[in-house]
């Protein structure tokens, strides 16, 4: 992959994620604060755990950390897999967003 697919992948993630948490926030009662610096993202939510999503350049890799635990992405088979096991990027971060909201929460590719 070239840096140029790389980061078209990859932005388009963090837009999803934007994108979602604008509609979770509209569509819920759930209250995440996302916060956007260049590659980096941070989820606040309602009890100020965080989620922080960030993108990794140099190794092409989407980084998460969440209180599961720091996570790694690469874009294999037309989506983001865990580079130590076979989850994929936006299933992982439901599951870690909803742990920490406390309540089910939906991210997906297309926000």
Same mark, same amino acid.
């Given at each position: +992959?070239?840096? /140029?697919?790389?980061? @078209?992948?990859?932005?388009? *993630? /963090?837009?999803? *994620? ?5 509609? $979770? @926030?509209?569509?819920?009662? #759930?209250? =995440?604060? @996302?916060?956007?610096?260049?590659? +980096? ?11 922080? =999503?960030?993108?990794?350049?140099? $190794? ?32 992982? /971060? ?7 909201? !406390?309540?089910? $929460? #939906?991210?997906?590719?297309? !926000?």
């Amino acid at each position: +992959m070239t840096d /140029l697919q790389y980061q @078209n992948l990859a932005e388009s *993630v /963090l837009k999803a *994620v934007e994108t979602a948490c604008d509609r $979770l @926030n509209d569509q819920s009662d #759930v209250d =995440i604060d @996302n916060q956007r610096t260049g590659g +980096m993202i941070t989820l606040t939510f309602a009890n100020k755990s965080q989620i922080i =999503i960030n993108l990794q350049k140099p $190794l092409q890799e989407i980084w998460m950390a969440a209180r599961a635990g720091g996570f790694h992405y690469k874009f294999s088979s037309e989506q983001w897999t865990d580079t130590k096991g076979e989850s994929e990027f936006f299933a992982d /971060l439901s599951r870690y967003a909803s742990e920490q909201a !406390g309540q089910p $929460l #939906v991210f997906g590719a297309q !926000g």
